[in-house]
């Protein structure tokens, strides 16, 4: 089918869904999620045959993805998050002031690009479809080729979903395509109003071209590159080494590395301790379990990356698991110095695999530099005692610069999916470092606002109806009620 056709029927489907009401709209995702969940079992098979990823770790990701459904269906249901604001007239101010009122409303029809690395929560219906349609916009998935079987059956059960509650037909739309014509065709296309996506930076950037040389440019949110640094500071480097490492190996090495948490950069002072640290966690990497990735692109690009990184100037090797002999992919631990990582542009790129190069600082100018020199993150991470927090608060404010995540003492990886959750950060991050795509906010990437001035409450969105039918918390002439 053409592109222009599906824009089209998405362009008509969004003049009705946008009408729908948000309890009916909840009822859709509550349906989706229902949808999915009964054809788990056929799911999590499918996504294993496709992505060598285990069904331990695949079943975890359909919960999550029902559970972003839930999450987004409750903050519609509870309607708040439309940040409606009224100002009443003052007819008799001078000049008089009129009734203006304000919402946030659905952009239009929005194209997602399902992701390789979660064949559930962050392709099909995952978190960016869930947020779209919870908006009131419409969708035009663009399924990975990594996974499409997977792709077309979370499809089919949004299809089921769409039929059971009575939605506009083409709500949801799915197109499949092993190469980028189709998906720059959907961001050049001019009924489309936004794009979400997660993936290479070099994948992110392409479409951020294609959508800035469109006669209506149009907002990318795309989550790209991200190495998630972590400093270790002395006194927790002297009191929690084993424990530290264990922790850390685990987080390096899951699923094989390939989250966008990944801690790919871990930064510490020279000393004893971290000699002691580095020492167990080369060891704990070591002892992994090399796996299969993704796919063999993803897989490629890891082991000529890893070689590459390798043959840098003043990088090692601290510790590494067996070259296997089939064709996993296996996990490293490099090490490099304060110096050579300034000088050095290489180092500081992503590579995407279960791999994390150990900067060590001879001081703490020095640290700092290493800090200031790097690009956008989606997380970083303190690792201190009591102690050190202390002891290091300019180089933890500095940190809070970096990212949009800033963790204390714990890796990071695993990204809670609830309201606050900030899973965004300055370029090359993300495109756009005031959205996140995990958690409820992710939902205002879809939405613009949009002020009445001068209607009767017959001509008003519910929301900004007088008698308030939703019972919603607004902010009514500078006061905040229900
Ligand atoms: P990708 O190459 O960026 O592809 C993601 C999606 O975008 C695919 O559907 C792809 O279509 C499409 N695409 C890429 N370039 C395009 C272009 N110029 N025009 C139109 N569409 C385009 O990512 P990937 O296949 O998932 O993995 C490749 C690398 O991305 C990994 O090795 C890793 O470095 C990185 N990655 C990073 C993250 C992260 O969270 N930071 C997540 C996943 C992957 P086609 O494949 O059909 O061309």
């Given amino acids: 089918m053409q592109i222009d056709q599906i824009m089209q029927q998405s362009a008509s489907a969004f003049e009705a869904y946008k009408q729908v009401k948000p309890a009916q709209r909840a009822a859709f995702l509550e349906a989706i999620a229902a949808e999915i969940e009964k054809q788990r079992e056929i799911l999590v098979q499918t996504a294993g045959e496709e992505t060598n990823l285990p069904a331990a770790r695949l079943n975890g ?276 110095t304060g110096t050579a990582f300034l000088a050095n542009q290489v180092l500081k790129e992503e590579l995407f695999g279960p791999y994390s190069l150990v900067v060590t600082c001879k001081d703490k100018a020095e640290l700092i530099a290493v800090l200031k020199s790097l690009k956008g993150q989606l997380t970083t991470t303190v690792i201190g005692t009591e102690t050190d927090t202390a002891q290091w608060q300019d180089v933890i404010a500095l940190q809070s610069t970096l990212a949009g995540r800033i963790i204390l003492n714990q890796p990071p990886t695993g990204v809670e999916v609830c309201s606050a959750m900030v899973h965004g950060g300055p370029f090359p991050a993300t495109s756009d470092q005031r959205f996140t795509s995990v958690g409820t906010s992710a939902i205002k990437r879809w939405v613009r606002p949009v002020c009445f001035q001068n209607f009767p409450d017959s001509l008003l969105p519910d929301a900004l109806k007088k008698d308030n039918p939703q019972g919603i918390w607004r902010m009514v002439d500078n006061q905040f009620s229900r």
Avoid at 114 to 135: H, I, K, M, Q, W
């Fill in 61 to 336: 990701e359909i919960t999550r993805t029902t559970t972003q459904l839930q999450l987004f269906a409750n903050l519609i249901k509870e309607g708040s998050w439309v940040d409606a604001v009224i100002d009443t007239a003052k007819p008799d101010s001078t000049p008089a002031k009129p009734d203006i009122r304000r919402m946030l409303l659905p952009v239009g029809p929005v194209v997602v690009f399902g992701a390789s690395n979660f064949p559930f929560a962050f392709s099909t219906a995952g978190g960016d479809t869930a947020s779209v349609l919870a908006a009131g916009a419409t969708v035009v998935i663009k399924g990975h080729p990594a996974h499409p079987r997977t792709s077309l059956l979370a499809f089919t059960a949004m299809q089921q979903a769409i039929s059971k509650t009575n939605m506009p037909e083409f709500t949801v739309q799915h197109v499949a395509d092993a190469g980028i014509t189709l998906g720059k065709e959907l961001v050049l296309h001019p009924l489309t109003t936004g794009v979400g996506f997660t993936g290479s930076l070099q994948g992110g950037k392409a479409l951020m071209g294609y959508a800035s040389q469109r006669e209506t440019p149009i907002p990318v949110f795309a989550e790209m590159s991200s190495i998630n640094p972590v400093v270790f500071f002395p006194d927790a480097l002297k009191s929690q080494a084993p424990q530290l490492a264990q922790t850390f190996a685990a987080s390096i090495t899951l699923g094989m590395g390939q989250f966008c948490t990944n801690p790919g950069l871990l930064i510490a002072l020279e000393s004893e301790a971290l000699e002691n640290f580095l020492h167990l966690l080369g060891a704990a990497i070591a002892s992994s379990v090399p796996q299969k990735m993704l796919h063999t692109g993803i897989q490629q690009a890891y082991v000529k990356g890893r070689a590459h990184m390798l043959s840098q100037e003043a990088v090692t090797l601290v510790g590494e698991t067996e070259k296997p002999v089939g064709e996993e992919a296996w996990p490293a631990l490099v090490r490099s």
